[in-house]
Nanobody, 118 residues
Framework: VQLQASGGGLVQTGGSLKLSCAASGSTFLVINNIGWYRQPPGKQRELVAEIQRGAKYADSVKGRFTISKDNAKNTAYLEMNSLRPEDTAVYYC??????????????WGQGTQVTVSS
């Protein structure tokens, strides 16, 4: 099973981006929970948003970011609006995924860079 994150880029302050995280590699997958993390330059990785039965957000992104999941596509999204320079970071997705081959395992996707210019 692999997680593929995409959608990062360069955007101006106040702009929007939508990140995607797609799970693949097995005929039948169940995403138990999935989250988006970010690591700003020189700082530790932090949880931005996660979704299982409901969605939870870091205080710094509440009201601006929305996490969602499409079970049919095995894909999660992070819609980011009103972006600020402090949102600049490498964004990672992580998920607990069940597959017939491996059972429930935690996976990390590769990072996608988000840069917000002032």
């Amino acid at each position: 099973v692999q997680l593929q994150a995409s959608g990062g880029g360069l955007v101006q302050t106040g702009g929007s981006l939508k990140l995607s995280c797609a799970a693949s590699g097995s005929t039948f997958l169940v995403i138990n929970n999935i989250g988006w993390y970010r690591q700003p330059p020189g700082k530790q990785r932090e949880l931005v948003a996660e979704i299982q039965r409901g969605a939870k957000y870091a205080d710094s992104v509440k009201g601006r970011f929305t996490i969602s999941k499409d079970n049919a596509k095995n894909t999660a999204y992070l819609e980011m609006n009103s972006l600020r320079p402090e949102d600049t970071a490498v964004y990672y997705c992580a998920a607990n995924i069940w597959s017939m081959a491996k059972g429930s395992v935690d996976y990390w996707g590769q990072g996608t860079q988000v840069t917000v210019s002032s």
